[in-house]
Nanobody, 120 residues
Framework: QVHLVESGGGLVQAGGSLRLSCAAS????????IGWFRQAPGTEREFVGG??????VTFYADSLLGRFTISRNSATIYLQIETLKPEDTAVYYC???????????????WGQGTQVTVSS
């Protein structure tokens, strides 16, 4: 069993930055890839980016390249977001899976999400 807890969300002004954290715990957590997803009201959940189990590989959704950076320090995974825009407003989730993938169905464990709201 793997347990994920996101934190760091909040209300920020457009142009600001934010760092979200995902605290991971559980059996063999260091062997899991972690993906970040987000879901805005009325939309489907979308892939933001992911990081491999050892932190050596990261990749991001093409539409989000440049403003999002994922890093990993042992069992804590970070999502740094720069130059926030109102359209970044969403609930952000981290998820654990056996391999990096864009497809949310490949991730077995999910956190409860953290709300990010960007004001214009």
């Amino acid at each position: 069993q793997v347990h994920l807890v996101e934190s760091g969300g909040g209300l920020v002004q457009a142009g600001g930055s934010l760092r979200l954290s995902c605290a991971a715990s559980g059996h063999a957590i260091s062997t899991y890839a972690i993906g970040w997803f987000r879901q805005a009201p009325g939309t489907e959940r979308e892939f933001v980016g992911g990081i491999s189990w050892n932190g050596d590989v990261t990749f991001y959704a093409d539409s989000l390249l440049g403003r999002f950076t994922i890093s990993r320090n042992s069992a804590t995974i970070y999502l740094q977001i720069e130059t926030l825009k109102p359209e970044d407003t969403a609930v952000y989730y981290c998820a654990a899976g056996t391999g990096l993938d864009y497809d949310e169905n490949q991730y077995r464990y999910w956190g409860q999400g953290t709300q990010v709201t960007v004001s214009s």
